[in-house]
């Protein structure tokens, strides 16, 4: 395919063609590949409120399922919307691990556990790929954390690098991916784009992988490391160090035509392998039952005092839904793959009246601010653009900063937080000089009082009302530090009085400086206190029959390029669970948090389920779930300890030399914990299922067969997942099975272990001396002990 390329065409292909697509050769029948991020669906690389797309329930959600067909399925759903938005490869899935609570994207990962996070990586890849869609499994490697991820040199030994941060790349290369991204940071001194010793002689070479090894987009730092470390594509596009821009190096020796072939062929394959016939699995009404079937089977119960749940309908007389993120619900992260979710999606508080509005009384309060960081823009545009938009702000390009600029584009924008980039928005932001962005809107007032406006940007920036000026940044920021600023989303504020009826002009004028992304940021607080929302919500719970408690995050809480600083809820949520749970035992908390977190509150309430972060689904699924409609269906896919300081790994900051040690080694997680509050695999659903018996099936071989018999000692259909754990060298999960039983139904779960699970790395696979096997639905729950042969010593 590229034997008719020259040798300079074929670097070229080293390096994107734009943003988002590869170079293209069409008298060589060599397509452009576009790509887009995931994983929680296609996300639109503008950025864009207006481009809306399927969103999935979190990785770690899905995590939480242990369904290997599940996920599969849900990755032809993205797979579907990949299709449906021109794209050809989807940076996902994301395959690091949540070694720590506190890093700033956990709720991208699947499970802190490797071979589980492996496995359902794989599947979901599998399924994504079955329509014809590229899976590029990420980030490659040790991208478990944030902080300085630009510079964090992740110290690793390679033992644990082979048997736990690299393990689940591999299972996703056995699924076949089409391709790798490799990670921002460094790995024991290389940058992960210029590290030969895992992408040529792991990956390429022990692996024996195809696919396509890709940077992660504006990770490169150089040309001859990078080409010669195996990397075969430079992102995003035009080229930096690869492409074009590595031709003296190839003039000069450097690099070799037999690496630029290598990379070139990979692309090429690729194209021919991604652009040809499409196979849309999952649509229309199937999609959206899958949304809502997929945020169910990620439902964590791990408390449930004297079978409060479920609230079947009819049984009390008056409910309260209390707290934000019942009507303010948290869906996603606050990465740049966020997906624009449907406006019609039904968030919880909704769904629940819903379901049980026609059986009881139902009152809410949210009892804190539900968006206590930047509150939406609820204004009704300026002007009528003719584009059918009844609210959001008229937001208008100009060329220039001057007053006499030309206007260029204008279009009405209903959110409060705008992005452009360049390359992406050329048709309406000129990021390549200095020009000016201005959006305007009507402002109603409902009510009297104190409304506390918000404005933050990349450079100076001024808000108006009825055209005074009310709040402003005046200093210019450099180019260097405007993503920094972008990803802060700091804001400045200002009170403003006005009367319930009252009118408002808003005018917020933004001049920039060139650079390769731009945002701008604003809201509005309508008048309340703390102190009133708190009273009004105890008074509620107080009253009512039961409480459904309905916690969480904004999305802001997980964030690309920041950790958190603690595992705690915010504390105006601490409190309202205090005083919502000491003013009505009968309370179930729904937290809707997409990683681990400190509950040491968790006693006080009847009951706790984790909801993760469920995609869009969360409504319906939510009110389901409490009216017994469905099973809770998840189990743990991190673990909670009881205090901070005894997690493994807690502390993601690097040392001065921007050295991050992984000094916890394979003990990480419930792995290194002694006693953890929750451990992996806990949880349970509303049926009563039970082990009866477990044994070997037949002698170990290459693969190790344990039959587990399940019953279902209920009237009602259940689910559960039976885990096989190794205690050797360390605590790990070897195998487990995700089974759905019929009321009274026992059966067996057939659970097969590769040797290749009972093996430790030293310089080679060695097979673990005589490891001691339990069965059991958690990590800390041994149901039958099993022993296996003695093979040789461990190390």
Known sequence: MTDALTLEQKLAMSAGATMWTTVAYADAGIASLAMADGPMGIASGRVDERDIALLTPCPTALGASWDVELN???????????????????????????????????????????????????AWATGLQMTGTASVAKHLVCNDSETDRDRMNAVVDERTLREVY???????????????????????????????????????????????????????HSTVATFSAGL???????????????????????????????????????????????????????????????????????RNEDNLLPLTPGRDRHIAIIGPNAAAPCYQGGTFAKIAVAPDAARPLDAIIARFGDHCRIDYEPGVDPQPRLPAMPVSPARDLGDGCAQGMTVDYYDGQDGDARLIASETRDTNNLVWFAGVHDDVATLGRAARIVARGTFHAEQDGDHLFYLGATGPVVMRIDGRDIVAQVEPIPSSDVMGKLKSGDAR??????????????????????????????????PDTPEAMLQRAVELAARADAVILIVGETSDASVESKDRSH?????????????????????????????????????????????????????????????????????????????????????????????????????????????????????????????????????????????ITVENRSGRAGSDVVQVYRREPELALAGFAKLHLAPGESRDAIIEIPRRRLQYWRDGWRDIAAPRLFVGRSAADVAFDLSLPVSEPIA
């Open 72 to 122: 599969q399925r849900v990755g032809a759903l993205v797979g579907g919307e990949a299709i449906r938005m021109g794209v050809d490869m989807v940076l996902a899935p994301n395959i690091n691990l949540a070694r720590s609570p506190l890093a700033g994207r956990a709720f991208e990962y699947f499970s802190e556990e490797p071979l589980l996070a492996g496995i359902l990586g794989a």
């Open 166 to 220: 690299l393990l689940p790349f591999e299972l996703c290369a056995q699924a076949g991916v089409g391709g790798m991204l490799t990670a921002y940071n460094r790995l024991n001194g290389q940058w992960c784009a210029e590290h030969h010793h895992v992408i040529t002689s792991i990956v390429k070479g022990e692996w024996n992988f195809p696919g396509v090894m890709m940077s992660d987009w504006f990770g490169t």
């Open 232 to 302: 075969d594509l430079e992102m995003p596009g035009p080229a930096r160090f690869l492409g074009s821009k590595a031709q003296d190096a190839l003039t000069q020796g450097q690099i070799s035509a037999d690496r630029v072939n290598d990379a070139a062929s990979r692309v090429a394959r690729a194209a021919a392998r991604f652009k040809g016939n499409k196979h849309p699995l999952i649509t229309g009404a199937a999609a959206d039952d899958l949304l809502v079937e997929a945020a169910t089977a990620g439902f964590v119960l791990l």
């Open 493 to 526: 504020s200002v009170a403003v009085p006005l009367k319930a009826g009252q009118s408002v002009a808003i005018e917020v004028d933004f001049a920039y400086d060139p650079a390769r992304v731009h945002g701008l940021w604003y809201g509005i607080r309508r």
């Open 567 to 707: 595992t705690r809820l915010a504390d105006e949520q601490i409190a309202l669970i205090d005083a919502v749970t000491a003013a009505n035992r009968r309370t179930a908390i729904i937290a809707n948090v997409g990683h681990a977190f400190d509950t040491g509150w968790e006693d006080k309430a009847a009951a706790l389920m984790i909801a993760w972060y469920p995609g869009e689904g969360f409504g319906q699924a939510i009110a389901q779930v409490l009216a017994g409609d469905r099973e809770p269906g998840g189990r743990m896919p991190v673990s909670i300890a009881r205090k901070d300081e005894d997690y493994p790994a807690l502390s993601l900051m690097p040392d001065v030399q921007s050295d991050l040690a992984y000094a916890e080694g394979r003990r990480l997680g419930y792995r290194g914990m002694d006693d953890p509050r929750h451990t992996l695999g806990a949880g349970f659903g509303y049926a009563d299922i039970a082990l009866q018996a477990a044994r070997i099936m037949d002698d170990p071989g290459d693969v190790l067969r344990i039959a």
